[in-house]
Each structure stands twice: as C-alpha cells, then as structure tokens.
C-alpha cells in the first residue's frame, strides 16, 4: 500500500537520509532567496510607477515629463518637523501642472497650495502615515498606525496648527474658530491654542445674581428647558432637564437672587400720554431711530430676525421682563449688571416710557400659558443648588454661592490627536476621529445618559466648522518649533481717565476697534483725531447721521450733554493721533480753485470715484464707501491727502484700494474734496 | 486521494464564484414611470472641497402629461459624490431630495439623475456643483471684499449691492462663463492689477496692484474660472 502512496514517495525522495534533508533544504533556501526580490518587483509602488510612465507616453509632453520623472521611492525628509514621507514616490506628478486635466489618482498634481511641497511635506496637512509605501498603511487606519488621512472637509484644519489669525483661504477654519468663542465653549473646556494662548470666549452670559428682579420663575423654567422656544437665536444650550429639575433650578436661582444697585434707584416717573399718542408705535419708530437693531435683532411676521446678534434676540421680551427692571435697565444697564456690554443711554423719562411700552409690546402669550409652578420649598431649592452646581452653570454665569468650577469639562488643546482607542464610539457610527468629534458636538448626550455637556443649537455647517477648529488642535500643533507659528498681538488697549470712564460707559468699543482693541461693526478710531475736523466731530456726537446709506447697522443717538460731547472730541482728537500729521505733510496755499478742478476731472473721469462714493447727490449713486457730499467739512485736509496715498497705511484690510496716486494727483483731489460742503441731515439716498 | 483533491479545487472554483455581491437590483422599485425627471433646485452650489452643500438637490418626475408623478424612483450618480440617499421614490408632491457631499477634488462635480421610463429606457437630467480648492477659496474671500459689491447683482442685504448704481457700461457677473470663459487669464490679472482702462473698459474697475498680492489677483481668477457657467474648459497647455 504503502508503495504505491505518491506522497510517502515524495517525503522519501527529499527527506529519507539526512543528506537528503540537507540537499533539499539548500535548494529551497536558494529558491526563496532567488524569488525574494520579485516581491520588490510586484510591489504597489512600482506598479504606479509604470502606470505614470504609460500615462505620460501619450502626451504632448512627453520628453519633458520622462526626464523629470525619477523612478524609486521617493522621500521628504524633514527633521525638526518630524517628516519623513514618501507620499511622492506614488503620487509622483503633484508638481506637473500640465497634468492639470488628469482626474486619476495618483496622478493628478496638487492643486495650488501656499506652501511648496518640500517646506512642510504631505502630512503635516494630510495626516496619515508618511513612511508607508502601500496604499492600505498609507492612508487608512493601522495597528501600527492610527491617523488615517483626514478628510479633504476637514483639510483647513490643518492651517490652524501654525496660523492663529484669519487667514483668507480658510473660512471654515475661521469659523469654527468664532464659533467656539462665539457659543461659549471656552467657558468649560480649556482650549490652548499653539501659541500658548487660551481660547477667550466673546460671549457674556448674563450675571444671574439679580435675576429675580428681571423676571419670573415660570419665565426661568421655561427658558431652561427649551431656550430656542423662547428665542430662535438664542445661543444657551439645552440641557434637557426635567420637569421637576427645571423649577428646582428656577426656584434656587430666584432664592439665591439678591438686590442689585439699580433696585435702589428711583423709577423714572410716570409718563402720561394724550390719546392721540400711541405709545406702542411710538416706540417702535424711536426703537427705529435710535438704531437699536444694529444689536438686537427681532423676529418679523416673515418669520425672519431683523438685526444683529451682539445682544439678545427680542421678539418675546414682553414675556420675560418685569416692567420696573426693564425702565430701571434702559436708565442705567450697569446697575444691574455691571460687565454688561449694552451702553448707557442718556434716555429721557419719555423715551424710556415709549421703548418700554414698545418693548413690553412684544409679548408672546403662549409662551407661559401653560406654566404652572407649585410654591417652592427648601429642598427643592437646595435640589436645585446641587444640579447649578453640577452642571457648570456657573461655568458661564455668575450665580450667588455657587463658585466658578475649574477645569470642568475635558482640556481639548490636544483632541485632534486623541489616540483612537481612548474614543468610545457610538455603534454604527465610522469610526473616525472627525466622526466622533463631529457626533459629540452635534449630539453630546448620544454618547452616554450621564453626560453633562449640553446640545447647542447649530447647523451642519456650524458643526463641521467646530470640528475644523478642534481638529487643529493636534500634538503636532504643540511640537511644533516656534518659529513656525504665526499669531499676532492681541492688544488690550483701554482707554483711561475721565473720558475713558465715558467711553467705558458708553461702550464704544463694543462697536469701534482703538488700538487694536474692539468690536468690528463701526469705524477704527485709532487714528479719528488726525482724520476729523473738530466741528464736524462735535456735530456728529450730537447729532450722529451716517456715512454710508446703506448700513442698516448705525451710531446709535446717545443724548450726551454738551459738556461730555466737548470732553470726549477733545480727549479723541488729542489722543487718536496719527503720526507724521503736522502743517508740513501739505501745503494747503495750493488747494485752489485751479487745483480742485484738476482732482475734478481726476475724480470723475479718471480715477471713477463716484462709483463708490458720492460726491454729489443729484448726480452720484455710489455706496460702496462713505458719502463725501460733505467731506470738506468732515475730514482735514492733510488726512485726505495721506489717506489716497496709501489707505491701508492707516486701516489695514481697508476695501479701499491704493490707486497709486502721483503727489500732485493727490494734491488735486484733495482740492476737490476740500470744496465739498453740502450740509445733508440724514443722508440717505 | 486525487478524486479527493479535484473535489476540494472544485468547491474553492466554485465557492468563489459566489463571492460577495451585492444585490444588483435595488431595494426600491418605482411604483410609476415618468416620462421626464427635472432638477427643482439645490444645483450650481459652491462649496468647499469635500463638504456637504447647504442645501439638498431636489428633483422632480413628470409623467407624459406634464404632471408631477408620486412614487417614481430617481437614482443619482456622480464621480466622487456621495449622495444621501442614493436612490428615492418621488413624494406626493412629485419630488425626491438627497443630500449631497462634493469630492476631495477641485472643480465641476455633475450629479446624474435618472429615473426609469416605459419601455427600458432611462429619463435622466444632469445637475452641476462646484467645489472650491483653497485657492479659489482665497479667490472668493478676496471677491467677497472686493468686488462683490459691484459684480453681484444679488449681493445680500448686508452688503448691499453697488451694481445697479454704476453707470453703463455694468460689471460682468463672475459667473458669467459666456464672456469671461472667452478671456485669457493674462488679460484676467492685468485688468485686476492694472484696472478697466488697461484693455479699453470702464475706469470703473479700479487698479488693485498696489492693494492685492500677485498670489491674491490669481486666487480671484482662479475663483472666476471655478464659479463660470458654462464651465471654464482651460486651453491645452503644451510646451
């Protein structure tokens, strides 16, 4: 039987005797050595390799392409950036652009980027693992190996590990970085950025420590659970709490509640109105006019909200408010919470009476039409304590007896790098770290009943914005040599004395940028001393009519006495001074008659200034920049000149471009600009 | 022993030919057939390289009497798009929308839409989206700034538009592929930097060579030629 078994005469033939096995064993051994190399041979990079070769063979050309194409495997070494890549050695055309119709991976180049491939290699932006040389340990996620490559959504993510700043090719980036100052995110979790700064939240949470006064504990309720139920745009997360732990957190913040500064102040007296008035519609116009909805913003029977979103929505403010808190308020908004960036309005017991009846007006009945709240008691207020506390609300308010927490939540200043196998991810969902970043802000409790983190309000597109920003938060950003990161100061100026204290209670830089330090939605003031003439400045203060016809945003009127007007254009026009601004900078003998037809000619004919601007209302229409009807007596003549010789010299990022003027063209519209004195109240077109 | 080893081959043969396939066939099958499928809106979005448009594609089947038709299945396509979902039955109102992600890719996308018709034949229609790379990207922030103002009719409410205030002759529309497609990207970048008066036009496009980069000018090129329509087809470069 076991004569004829094939395979028992096979082992006999290799492995009878001992020299046999010996033999044998060469032999293969010199096999496996010979065909060792093919593996190199039928390895993926080769393949690709050819595979370009027979792409680049049919092209016009051709030659060029052969000569520069240098087979092997390709690297990018980059030592202090910790870069070694070989991305190149199959995607080997990133740097032909006459490739530029190729669609085929990896053949395609790389579209243009504002970084040359050798300065930061492939995976300081891609992620991924850049000694691979196979297309699986490459680009996805290993055992070896966990950062897969990001996604190209994700990619401006990768900016924000050096830039700090806006940058313009990266809105998402930019966004999501708003919107985590924005929505308050900082107020928990601690965000180092790669220059070692924290990420500063720009929202201001109210201060709860005299909330009785401004409302109702049903109002608290029913604000606590749904926010977005009482104002669309609210930015307040929803928690999701119970009926029950709802009221015991109304009932303890109205318990913990003391008197505020304003509560001592006398009430405005009692406006009496004829019958002819209505207040309601006075109110509204006066609401109009006094530009309130350059801040607040008010929802129209489109459904639509009209105004800005630096302060509370108020389509429903009749429904919260007390109306002695709301007249004490609109008196002096820093007596109740003094941090709060609403300005102090000089208001009259009139107007007061009218913005009141206006505001009081917007009342949404249904709104606590089914909040019924039984008494509140001692444990419920100390129930109520507990979960202030445990959520964190102090985290972002300031509440009495309830300390700030520190390091609530998780420090995110590395969770672009989060190794994988700390994440716990939701069945069903990829598994990803932008999937989970993602998941988590979207819908934080989905990740566990017992979780604290609220869900926020926010679209798509805010969400994948958040991630951008979060994902450039990664170990790389922080090893990163210093030298690398870019950052510009951040200055804190305030201004000081008496009419700083003015402009403090004014809040002038909640609109207006001085020195680097304010709000965007009004003109930089560094420099307004060196720009205006005094009279004009003591007009507008007055009597505040706007530039630019097409702003819906505008100066608010704040009824300053003339005393304060006098101080504060004084103390602008001494100290927000350009330098370089002396009587020598221009003759002003020469600006005649002569010279101001000239800038005339330049004005309209050459240069087409009045498709932005307009010089003359019955005959200009531009509105891209401020009116000029009036310039002569707004702006100093030397301003002007300086100003059209170089504009961002004065406000970098100014839309105003730099027309390369000659000094004599500057000189002649300068002219020109000086005899434009029409006195229009109001402005508009 | 060799019937046993021909067996074993034979079931690895055949065993393999059964390999994972998915179901051909979808899980959806179209209670009616339409005659025509149309796009109702969600085309010609710009976005950023592989991220998701704001607004979904909606498309539409009528019937051979011009009415829209409920329960139809749409099936959409695209090279680099993922679609969510990827099939539908139009609704009461006729209508199916899908949520659409762009490719990692710079450029045109086109999503294809069919639904089936009597007789084996397929309706289909051919929506288009753009994705922005970061340089057009840079090109549109740039826009946005500069000359949005003038060259968007529509622009929003906030800024409000400048166009209809110029005198004729009016700005051409960025998206505008029918005359700016025609422009060589030379002639592009010197009227940027150098203003209208460079190639004969209005001085009413000012110079932006001392207020924008060289890299700026050409992000807005690069912005007009991503956003045309029709699409901008760049000439063979050969060398």
Redesign the interface.
Known sequence: MSQRNPIAKMVRLFAGTAPRRFASVSVLLAVVAAIAPTQDFFSQWRYYQRRYKELIRTR??AH?LERRFVPGIHQIWIPEQHVVDRCTTCHVALQE??L??V?KEPF?PH????HSLTEFGCVVCHHGQGAATTVQEAHYSTKAWEQPIL??????ASCGQCHMDA??????LNLGRRLLARYGCAHCHAIAQPDGTLVAPVDEPPSLQHIAEKTSREWIFAWIKNPQAYAASATMPNYRFSDHEAVDIASFLVSQSTSSANSRAPLPKNVSFTKSVDPVQEGTSLYGTLFCASCHAIQNAAGNLVGGEMAPELTRVGSKVNPEWLSRWLRAPQGYDPKTRMPRYRFDDMQVALLSSFLLSKKDEDFLANVRLAQSDAASIAHGKKLVSDYGCAACHRVNGVAPPESFAPDLSRIGSKPLFQVGFLRGMPETLPDYIAGKIRDPRAFGPALKMPTFNLT??QV?ALTTALLAQTDRAVTMPPELVRSSPRPKYHPGGDPGRLMEDLRCQSCHTINGNGGDMAPDLTFEGSAVRRTWLLDFMKNPNTLRP?L?RRMPKFNLSDAEIQGLSDYMLYAYQASGFDSQALDQSTLNADAAARGKQLFY????C???HVADYKRD????GPALADVGNRLSPVWMYRWLNDP?AFLPGT?M????LTEAEAHDVTAFLTTLKEHKKGGSK | MRRCVITFLGLVVALSGCSRRKPVNSSLTSKVQGTQIVEVSGGKQVA?????L?DPVVLQVNGADGNALAGALIKLSG?GLVFTPAEALTDASGQASAAV??????GNYEIVAETPKSGGDTATVIVREVAL???A??G???SD??CR??HDPESS????S?F????PPQPHQFSDGNVLNRWTDADLIRIIADGGPVLGK???T??????LTQ??I??VV?YIRAIAEPPYQ?P????
């Open positions: 016009a050309d060029r652009t006459s530029g119709d669609r395609r579209p243009p980027m504002p996604p190209a959504r994700y990619t401006e940058l313009g090719g990266t809105p998402q798509d597109t994948e097409a819906i004919e050459k240069y087409a009045q498709s932005c229409k531009g509105y891209v961002a839309p471009p730099n027309f390369n | 950023g390289v592989g991220s998701k704001t090279d992600q762009l490719g990692g890719i710079p790379g970061y340089q990207k840079l549109r922030e740039i700034k500069y103002t003038c409410p906030e800024r409000v400048n209809d205030n110029l005198t209005s001085p009413q000012p110079a932006y060579r001392n207020t890299v700026q050409k992000a690069a760049s063979a470069r050969e060398r």
